[in-house]
């Protein structure tokens, strides 16, 4: 974690620096730095940027702000990131969504993930795990599918209320 944090604070250097708007006269950071994540609060992402919030403060000596800004699948948090002055102090803790998904799904989105944002470091990978209710009895995908499919099932969804789906037919 201490190689992120300083990779982070190295690269935050380096583009503050070399912004158009850079001074050098001011030392950066020489106000509060805004998060954005484009999540809820509560879930991993927000975890994980309240933790890399806590030790950039420490580090930097300056206060790092993480504000939740979830809604349009992230496009809200990203467009408003995309707007704010390109100075270093308000950036955004993205996820794929909002750099690879969003542009194939919306054709206008606020913001253009190649031209409107530099890529800092990457924070942290997480990993998906497809399970299953242990009572089925299958050791593979293939081999659930042969299972007696259940009526329903509910599903929490980040952001959402719980939704019914079909549990084998997705």
């Known amino acids: ?15 503050s620096a ?4 850079a001074r050098a006269d001011e030392p950066y950071p020489s106000k509060p730095i805004r998060l954005v994540l484009p999540q809820p609060a509560g879930g991993a992402v927000d ?4 933790a890399l ?3 950039l403060s420490y580090a930097l000596r300056q206060p790092v702000i993480v504000e939740n800004q979830p809604g349009a699948n992230g496009g809200l948090a990203a467009g408003q990131v995309a707007r704010a002055a390109p100075d270093g ?11 690879v998904v969003n542009p194939n799904l919306y054709p206008n989105l606020a913001y253009d993930p190649f031209s409107d944002f530099m890529p800092i470091s990457i924070i942290a990978k997480v990993y998906l795990v497809l399970v299953a209710t242990s009572k089925i009895e299958a050791n593979s995908v293939a ?3 042969h299972a007696p ?7 929490p969804r980040s952001g959402s209320a719980r939704r019914r789906i079909s549990a084998w037919n997705c």
Do not use: F, H, K, Q
């Not at 102090?89 to 750099?99: G, K, R, S």
């Open 53 to 55: 919030g806590d030790r």
């Open 18 to 21: 070399s912004g158009e708007r």
């Open 89 to 99: 102090y308000t950036l955004l803790m993205a996820v794929d969504t909002n750099l």
């Open 1 to 15: 974690m201490r190689r992120i944090v300083l990779a982070c604070l190295s690269l935050l250097v380096l583009i």
């Open 149 to 155: 499919t259940p009526a329903s099932s509910t599903m």
């Open 143 to 145: 081999e659930s599918s």
């Open 47 to 50: 975890l994980i940027a309240r």
